[in-house]
């Protein structure tokens, strides 16, 4: 297996009609990794017209056989492991352990899971008024859809939209964030290796502007699913109005963990480090606002720290690395911002807040894991979403004000709760705001469960047999068993 640079349409690897191309870098030491064809607006259709003649046949293939392809192309994933692995962590920057046992790993798990289900996408017999008229639903696939991605997990995210609107029976044109490309590429590969039709998936590298321009316009296209940014993702469902096409957007967060007095402390730190700095902090639902109660705060700080202080910050193909490098020269700048404002704005930093260029790390974007206490939400640093290893603890003193301070986010994506007492746990997640709570744990995301966001951290579900239905139309079809001729007049 080896990357392509081009754009994968029909099955074949194509150049750009445009000819134009962009770097892509190596976030931990700004190296050229290579460079990638971009797709034209003319490109783009393109690949939605090969996309839509695919579907022709992969929407009509029997469920059990496209079962069989997906499977297939989680074996290919697993073989090539290592490969993907390494590409994911040159591209995006993470610590080659996380996207091993993480990234690439859920990957093909997605594949199987979602090869699964494709065989039980089934509607349902309803209650009828006449014993006479059997009325029942089936599932439809909605046809071609347009799957647009971020740079923080392109690889496991993209294999959660491909298989998943492969399994409902649908096709797919996919396009990556343009920081990191390169995983998502890998699939043209991995799809030829399985033997998959050609056309039920299409790769275009292309600007974000021209997708979102092509993809809210076209007629061909039956939804978009969008994960990225909550500006972006506002501003194509705007635009999708006039086609009145589906829109499932997977949006920003800025998510709380609530640390009540009676938690395991050792479990709650060690759960709530990996809810904060998985892939750098550059994690939707990273749990940045940590909320603990006056009983606790100290010693929950001093041990936060502590722990803090333990990751290994290193370059990410180094297999000890713990913190890579942040994605991009550019959002490292944004996160340092970030970091001047919670200072200007009077909150108290605790540890880190400095890039780190010294040595090995010279050449790439590191930033200390950083912590500010004394924390007022109206700061931006409370606000934001800083989409790095940026967090604030705060402290409450009592659940009420746990949940208030919880709950005070214009997002909803997910949240934690750290407590022994799991009748309280029960009863405060129920409060909480947010598309995912977790009980004394963070940062946990199955193929197999519903995903998505509260109030601007989206719209829909992604995964599980929700994220398949959603992809889907439901027909209802009635059937006359009336013995005699129904007769009205
Ligand atoms: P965005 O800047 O929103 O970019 C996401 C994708 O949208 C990229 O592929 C980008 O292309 C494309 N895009 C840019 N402008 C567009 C337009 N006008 N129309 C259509 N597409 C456009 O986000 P990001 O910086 O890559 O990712 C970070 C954000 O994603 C964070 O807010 C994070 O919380 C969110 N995120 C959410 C989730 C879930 S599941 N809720 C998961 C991961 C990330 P270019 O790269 O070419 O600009």
Not at 61 to 75: A, D, I, Q, T, W
Not at 86 to 105: C, F, L, M, Q, W
Not at 132 to 147: F, K, M, Q, S
Not at 419 to 435: C, D, Q, V, Y
């Amino acid at each position: 297996m080896q990357i392509q640079r081009k754009l994968f349409i029909e099955g074949e690897w194509v150049d750009s009609s445009e000819g134009k191309s962009f770097e892509v870098l190596n976030p931990a030491t700004n190296e050229v990794i290579t460079t990638v064809q971009r797709a034209s607006k003319k490109d783009i259709q393109k690949a939605i017209d090969s996309a839509k003649k695919a579907f022709n046949v992969w929407g009509k293939m029997n469920p059990f056989e496209r079962s069989k392809y997906l499977h297939r192309v989680g074996e290919v994933i697993e073989k090539n492991l290592e490969f993907i692995a390494g590409v994911e962590t040159d591209d995006v920057g993470k610590p080659i352990y996380e996207s091993r046992n993480i990234d690439i790993a859920s990957s093909a798990q997605t594949f199987h899971y979602f090869a699964d289900i494709s065989v039980e996408v089934m509607g349902e017999v309803m209650p009828s008024p006449f014993n006479e008229v059997l009325d029942y639903t089936v599932h439809e696939p909605v046809g071609v859809i347009g799957a647009i991605i971020p740079w923080n997990f392109p690889f496991l995210i993209g294999a959660r939209k491909i298989a998943s609107a492969l399994a409902a029976g649908n096709s797919v044109v996919i396009k990556p964030a343009t920081w990191a490309p390169l995983s998502t590429l890998l699939f043209g590969e991995i799809f030829k290796e399985a033997g998959m039709p050609e056309g039920v998936l299409n790769i275009i590298p292309a600007s974000g502007s021209d997708v979102g321009e092509v993809f809210s316009k076209s007629e061909d296209l039956g939804e978009i699913s969008f994960t990225g940014s909550t500006e972006v993702g506002t501003k194509l469902l705007g635009s999708c109005s006039c086609s009145l096409k589906g829109c499932t957007l997977e949006l920003g967060g800025k998510s709380p963990a609530v640390v009540l007095p009676d938690c395991n402390l050792e479990e709650t730190v060690e759960g709530i480090l990996f809810g904060v700095y998985l892939n750098q902090g550059e994690c939707c639902c990273a749990a940045t606002r940590i909320i603990v109660h006056d009983d606790i705060y100290d010693e929950f700080l001093a041990e936060f720290i502590e722990g803090t202080s333990r990751i290994r910050i290193g370059l990410p193909r180094n297999e000890d690395t713990r913190l890579g490098a942040i994605v991009h020269r550019e959002h490292l700048n944004t996160i340092m911002e970030y970091i001047d404002s919670g200072k200007k704005e009077g909150a108290t930093l605790v540890y880190g807040g400095n890039i780190l260029d010294k040595g090995e790390l010279s050449r790439g974007n590191f930033v200390e894991p950083t912590i500010f206490v004394d924390v007022k939400p109206s700061m931006k640093i409370w606000k934001e979403e800083i989409f790095g290893p940026v967090i604030v603890i705060c402290k409450a003193k009592d659940t009420d004000e746990m949940v208030n301070l919880a709950n005070d986010t214009k997002y909803g994506l997910a949240a934690s709760i750290w407590t022994t007492n799991l009748k309280k746990a029960h009863i405060l997640a129920a409060k909480i705001e947010a598309g995912t709570v977790w009980l004394n744990l963070h940062n946990f995301v199955f193929p197999s469960a519903p995903y998505g966001g509260y109030k601007a951290s989206g719209i829909g579900r992604e995964l599980g047999k929700e994220g398949v239905l959603a992809l889907t139309r439901t027909k209802n079809i009635m059937v006359n068993l009336f013995e005699e001729t129904f007769k009205w007049y």
